[in-house]
């Protein structure tokens, strides 16, 4: 049995308890490999790596890694506008100079004009570029998000996983018990056989 449970829906009338809080849930983790499967609450599935841990697919990790990289473009070039200062910042620098030339103007006399032509045209450059990356950030960010909603594969915690294999164990040893019985006591009514071993039905 592999570690893989696929979220699914069953109807109202299925219900059954959560295997965590034992409060009735239409929610059922089904592995196809078992077949294993357990109920439990939507809830538990969120943010829960004691109990799972999602399966997320190709398509969402590599969104995620592009987002990592925009997000770094990002904020580089936020830090390197941090560094030049906004337009204020960047007026007041050029005022506050000035005067300070005013002072000691016979000393050194120091042309201004060199640094408004460095900073100028980049600025607004690159204020674009900050502007358009952002944009696409947030449309990966909602590219994600939306992955991340859709994904119904989760991994059992090790320990919860370990149970299951453990239980799926006994009720092989059970049924094989059963099948030696019933070849065993072959007059015994089916039925009765039946009765006294109650298997769990597959979720529809
Ligand atoms: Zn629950």
């Known amino acids: ?9 069953v109807a ?36 829960n790596p004691q109990f799972v841990i999602p399966l997320y697919s190709t398509e969402y990790n590599e969104a995620v890694a592009q987002l990592k990289l925009v997000k770094g473009k990002m904020d580089g070039l936020a830090s390197a506008q941090n560094q030049l200062g906004s337009w204020d910042g960047w007026v007041t620098k050029i005022f506050s100079k000035k005067e300070k030339q005013k002072k000691d103007d016979s000393k050194s006399p120091e042309p201004t004009t060199t640094e408004s032509a460095d900073i100028s045209p980049e600025t607004k450059n690159d204020a674009e570029i ?75």
């Open 12 to 47: 109202l009338k299925d219900m059954q308890p959560c295997a965590i809080c034992s409060k009735p849930s239409t929610t059922v983790l089904y592995n196809a490999s078992g077949p294993d499967w357990l109920y439990t609450c939507e809830i538990h599935l969120q943010d």
């Open 130 to 204: 900050l502007l358009e990356t952002q944009k696409q950030y947030s449309k990966i960010l909602d590219k994600v998000t939306e992955l991340q909603k859709k994904s119904r594969k989760y991994e059992l915690a090790k320990i919860m996983f370990e149970s299951r294999v453990l239980r799926k164990r006994t009720e092989q040893l059970n049924r094989e018990r059963y099948l030696k019985e019933q070849e065993n006591y072959s007059n015994t009514d089916p039925e009765d056989l039946l009765r006294k071993h109650v298997f769990p039905s597959v979720p529809k």
């Open 1 to 9: 049995m592999i570690n893989e449970y696929i979220a699914r829906k």
